[in-house]
């Protein structure tokens, strides 16, 4: 039996709606995010996709992804790897009138260092490398939910595709978007949107 990866980001929350950074702000779902999220169990039951195992950051939003999408059933253990980027001081700044250095930082990730007191773009994915490293060195069988959020997400997917050279950083990723990766031969393949 193989090992497939799906990584999926959280439904939508009100700060989601709002234009606001929440980052670790633990927001659950709002109605909008538990449609998305049903939308997505109903994408995974079409294709005839079942999980054998969730892991989920364990911030509410991205709990209540996971169980909603994969099943009240499964098994479901939290990881802090899968947390959103920290944004420091920049926690809950405003989206649609954002402080000068967020605006550089967000207009240009590659080549902008974070500001002052936000983690580092290398910090999420060396964090997420090694979680993934940790599935890959004792991989479990099946079918295994990722529940994340959306910079952690683009720093796995750049983690599992360096020669994208930080093309994932400035890549849209909208509310539970699916990507899936799979272990063959105790590689990971290039991710791909599922």
Not at 48 to 56: K, L, P, R, T
Not at 59 to 80: K, M, S, Y
Not at 167 to 178: G, K, L, Q, R
Request: proline share 6%; aromatic share 8%; net charge negative.
């Amino acid at each position: 039996m193989s090992t497939v990866i799906y990584i999926i980001r959280h439904g939508q929350t009100d700060l989601n709606r709002k234009r606001v950074l929440q980052g670790r702000s633990d927001m659950p779902m709002n109605e909008e995010g538990c449609a998305q999220a049903e939308e997505a169990a109903q994408l995974f039951r079409d294709r005839g996709i079942a999980f054998d195992e969730i892991w989920s950051s364990p911030l509410q939003r991205a709990v209540q992804t996971a169980r909603i999408t994969a099943g009240e059933e499964i098994p479901l253990r939290t990881d802090e790897r899968l947390l959103e980027m920290d944004y420091g001081p920049y926690e809950g700044a405003d989206l649609l009138s954002p402080p000068p250095e967020i605006v550089k930082f967000f207009g240009d990730f590659v080549h902008e260092k974070a500001p002052e007191g936000m983690e580092s773009l290398n910090q999420v994915v060396l964090r997420m490398g090694e979680f993934l490293e940790e599935l890959r060195e004792d991989p479990p069988e099946g079918n295994i939910l990722l529940s994340t959020h959306a910079i952690a997400m683009k720093g796995g997917l750049e983690y599992l595709t360096p020669e994208s050279r930080g093309a994932y950083w400035s890549t849209h990723i909208s509310n539970c978007e699916v990507y899936v990766t799979r272990l063959e031969n105790g590689k990971f393949t290039v991710p791909e949107r599922f």
